[in-house]
């Protein structure tokens, strides 16, 4: 299994060396794995001016999996547009043509208290969030600055999403349905988008395929309101780049905290790219306080989806539950009578239950 290491700027070294431990903790134990790093974001613009070098794509084109940290900070903030590190990762995803980000938001019962919501609202909560990672706005030309017909300046973007884009995340949404509780949420804004009423329209179409899942439609802003409302009425949610970002940042919370939630970005021939969905944390980076378990949760999923390794991706989880169930907190989950770690020790901890 050839995996690239991309740790990336902030608190992205911190969380990736402990995710690194444990495939180094698991080949001991006959996980064949090859790892090897390349800068990206911050750091390759700090080597060689670029957020994404040439170097690291094609490390990145070559192995089977990419492990990443997150990009960005304050250091980067001012530079011209294609060299943010933020760039390096649309590129990326771009490249490698990795067009469904599943996002996982699974309350641990350990974590309860950590949530914002009363934990009638929120205990149990196993929710899968699809957001397509290609399209839509974030990508749409034209885009830029220009004078309006009244000679004031203004911003543009372009949302749209091509029939083909849309079938291929709504099969995802539906064969992921299948393996799960068989209800499908589509979330779009078909009352005022042209873009969403189309997006409505094929994934309705096909839907006909899939006559065992229960598909429904929700506004965004209705879903919004739902995920803090009923968390617990959706199983898989499919979605646009921009309603996915939000959401799932949104869904995240339900479950304590953006340190415990993983991702997988993945294209048609099952490459993908794993991460963690928090940032760079600039506040907290340097001060071994960022929480791994959702970059060492990402390594699950990689060898889960991936490499269709569900026995290592389970141990992992295991080791994960065990080490919550134990008591051991980061600082985000942190609760009275429990024992607070740093980011090195909460690596030990799921070392050691390994
Ligand atoms: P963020 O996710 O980095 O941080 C939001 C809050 O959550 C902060 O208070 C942070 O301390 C906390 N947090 C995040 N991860 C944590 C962890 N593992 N453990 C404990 N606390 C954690 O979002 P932001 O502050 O909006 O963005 C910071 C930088 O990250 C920006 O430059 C942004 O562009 C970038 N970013 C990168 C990615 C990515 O690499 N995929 C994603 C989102 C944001």
Not at 134 to 146: A, L, N, S, V
Not at 160 to 170: K, N
Not at 301 to 326: D, N
Request: charged share 20%.
């Amino acid at each position: 299994m050839k995996i690239a290491v991309l740790a990336g700027d902030g608190i992205g070294p911190e969380i990736v060396s402990q995710a690194v431990r444990v495939l180094e903790c698991l080949a001991t134990d006959g996980l064949s794995v090859e790892l090897e790093s390349a800068p990206f974001g911050g750091a390759g613009v700090d080597a060689g001016g670029d957020p994404l070098p040439a170097s690291t794509l094609a490390l990145a084109q070559q192995a089977d999996a990419v492990l990443c940290g997150a990009v960005g900070g304050p250091k980067y903030d001012a530079l011209p547009r294609p060299q943010r590190p933020e760039q390096g990762i649309l590129r990326i995803r771009k490249s490698l043509g990795l067009f469904a980000n599943l996002r996982p938001a699974v309350l641990y019962p350990e974590l309860v208290q950590a949530s914002t919501l009363k934990p009638e609202v929120v205990s149990g909560l196993d929710l899968m969030i699809i957001r397509e990672l290609t399209g839509d706005i974030y990508f749409g030309e034209p885009r830029g600055r220009r004078d309006n017909a009244q000679g004031e300046r203004e911003g543009y973007d372009t949302m749209h999403y091509a029939e083909s884009e849309i079938r291929r995340i709504a099969e995802v949404g539906f064969q992921t349905a299948l393996k799960r509780g068989n209800k499908l949420c589509s979330v779009d804004k078909e009352n005022v988008l042209e873009t969403s009423r189309f997006w409505r329209e094929i994934v309705t179409d096909v839907g006909r395929q899939y006559p065992q899942v229960a598909l429904s439609h929700m506004y965004v802003d209705n879903a919004a309101m739902q995920l803090i409302r009923n968390p617990k009425q959706f199983d898989v949610i499919v979605t646009g780049n921009l309603f996915g970002d939000i959401l799932s940042d949104e869904a995240s919370m339900l479950t304590g905290s953006i340190g415990m939630l993983p991702s997988a970005s993945m294209n048609s021939a099952g490459a993908g790219l794993y991460e963690p969905i928090h940032g760079s944390a600039p506040d907290i980076a340097g001060k071994n306080i960022a929480n791994p378990l959702a970059t060492i949760l990402s390594v699950a999923m990689m060898l889960r989806y991936t490499f269709s390794q569900p026995e290592w991706a389970g141990r992992i989880e295991a080791a994960v539950k065990q080490v919550l169930a134990a008591g051991y907190r980061t600082a985000d989950i942190d609760e009275p009578g429990a024992r607070r770690v740093g980011t090195v020790e909460m690596g030990d901890a799921v070392v050691a239950a390994l």
